[in-house]
């Protein structure tokens, strides 16, 4: 038994957190200010995703923390581990399982389903900051829905690189309304973001929750003639085999040697115990 | 009327609260699927609007409570699970009434900059309503629901992203209907 309240926060902070979320689903896409509390990590380390978290999760919640997709790395098994302490919730590394998933800067390739809460981290949670750094000014700028300034980034994109260069933290349009920042997942993730369970985000440094109810219309910002392109390194991942995950590169020498695995460790290990096998994966057995 | 004050919270409030939450989240992310909760009783109110109360309600919260279901017990209800103090329809953040006896064009419907400083409605009870299809966010096709006076809340949904969000409850089940859904009649 943990000395600490249910899930860490005391419970004015949770209302205070819960009443944000509400207004965030009932304003998709727009940033709702929260009075966002000093947590046992420092900024940067997810305290916006974990103080949601924290004023979401139930008792027999089953609950699971990727960062980059994987399980097993120092954030997400800190914040696992956290949950675990405070809340005594079922963990698990199974997206099928999981009821409330957060996640650093992914989207589980398997589909989310009705029911289950995904969680985002967010580290700058307004996608005209570095257009223009005054909060008062971008306030304004979503007010009037004057989002001309975000087209003139991804037009100047195309002028200096002949693409749209943006991989990550690819802007996106809410509902047709709110320019929203869908937090430094790579833009593979975008597409996924219409998906059936609720989206949560949480920003701890810079104080705001917002939010995507289920099937929500998330349409990434493009051109014409230069439509947006969800992309991934053209490879299969080399332990599973799957052709169609995001994958990481992974420098294995000094003589230029690498390879590509998938990023959510959960899904790659599915595939592996479904019989899958990538290029290297006998390697791996071994 | 004493004993009354003191009982009708949650006997454990971290968890009873974060399942009513759970329940609340859902309702107001899938608008019009209905939801139900358990653990609050007010003097005067249905269980749904109790624990609604007793999840989002703090002494940072103004209440307005329609003057119908008003009395003296519930005031000392409030006052001693929530510590929301009772304010004027234009102060509001959240309005506790049935239907008619909102006024609904005295609440908060946020500035352009903060549309997130509006007032949210908990309806009470039963109404005589019409049948209206619902779509946007939240909804995968289209969702079926009773309102009363649409036109109320399709002026309100014409607003976005200003505007009120209603929760309805009845007995122990409750719904709610935020600005973002497009209302259909017929």
Not at chain 1, 118 to 139: D, G, S, W
Not at chain 1, 238 to 253: K, M, N, P, Q, W
Not at chain 2, 3 to 23: L, N
Not at chain 2, 132 to 159: H, K, M, R, W, Y
Request: contains cysteine.
């Amino acid at each position: 038994m943990s000395d600490y309240n249910f899930a860490y926060l005391d419970e004015q902070t949770k209302r205070m957190i819960r009443r944000a979320i509400l207004k965030g689903l009932a304003i998709p896409g727009y940033q709702v200010p929260f009075a966002s509390r000093e947590m046992p990590m420092p900024y940067g380390w997810g305290t916006g995703g974990v103080q949601v978290s924290a004023a979401v999760l139930m008792p027999d919640d089953v609950f699971k923390v990727i960062d980059q997709g994987a399980d097993d790395t120092t954030n997400a098994v800190s914040i696992r581990k956290f949950f675990e302490r405070t809340a005594e919730v079922a963990v698990t590394e199974a997206t099928t399982e999981a009821t409330v998933i957060q996640t650093r800067h992914r989207i589980p390739e398997t589909p989310l389903t009705e029911g289950q809460v995904l969680v985002y981290q967010v580290p700058i949670p307004e996608p005209l900051r570095f257009l223009e750094p005054r909060e008062t000014e971008t306030r304004k700028m979503h007010s009037l829905e004057e989002y001309g300034l975000m087209h003139v980034k991804l037009y100047e994109d195309i002028a200096r690189h002949g693409q749209i260069a943006t991989s990550y933290a690819y802007p996106v349009k809410v509902e047709g309304r709110y320019v929203m920042d869908p937090s430094p997942i790579p833009k593979f993730d975008n597409p996924k973001m219409e998906m059936a369970a609720i989206q949560l985000f949480g920003a701890g440094r810079e104080q705001r929750i917002y939010a995507l109810p289920p099937y929500t219309k998330v349409v990434s910002l493009d051109f014409e003639d230069y439509p947006f392109e969800a992309s991934k390194p053209d490879k299969a991942c080399d332990l599973c085999g799957a052709e169609h995950s995001y994958l990481d590169e992974v420098i294995t020498d000094d003589q230029g040697g690498r390879m590509f695995v998938c990023s959510d460790t959960d899904y790659c290990a599915s595939r592996r115990a479904a019989g899958h096998r990538g290029a290297l994966a006998a390697e791996d057995a071994a | 009327m004493q004993s009354s004050v003191y009982e009708g919270g949650f006997a454990q409030p971290p968890v009873q609260s974060a399942a009513a939450f759970r329940a609340a989240m859902e309702a107001m992310a899938r608008p019009g699927t209905t939801h139900q909760v358990t653990g609050g009783q007010a003097p005067g109110l249905s269980v749904a609007a109790s624990v609604l109360l007793l999840v989002l309600c703090d002494t940072d919260t103004g209440l307005w409570l329609a003057p119908e279901l008003d009395s003296v017990e519930l005031r000392a209800w409030v006052a001693f699970h929530c510590g929301a103090p009772i304010v004027a329809p234009e102060q509001a953040d959240f309005a506790l009434g049935a239907w008619g006896d909102l006024p609904i064009g005295q609440f908060a419907i946020g500035t352009a900059e903060y549309p997130d400083r509006s007032v949210t409605l908990i309806v009470e009870g039963d109404w005589q309503g019409e049948t209206v299809n619902l779509t946007g966010p939240g909804i995968e096709t289209a969702q079926v629901v009773d309102l009363p006076e649409p036109s109320v809340f399709t002026a309100n949904a014409a607003c976005f992203p200003l505007g009120w969000d209603a929760f309805f409850t009845r007995g122990d089940t409750l719904w709610a209907l935020p600005r973002s859904s497009q209302i259909q009649e017929g």
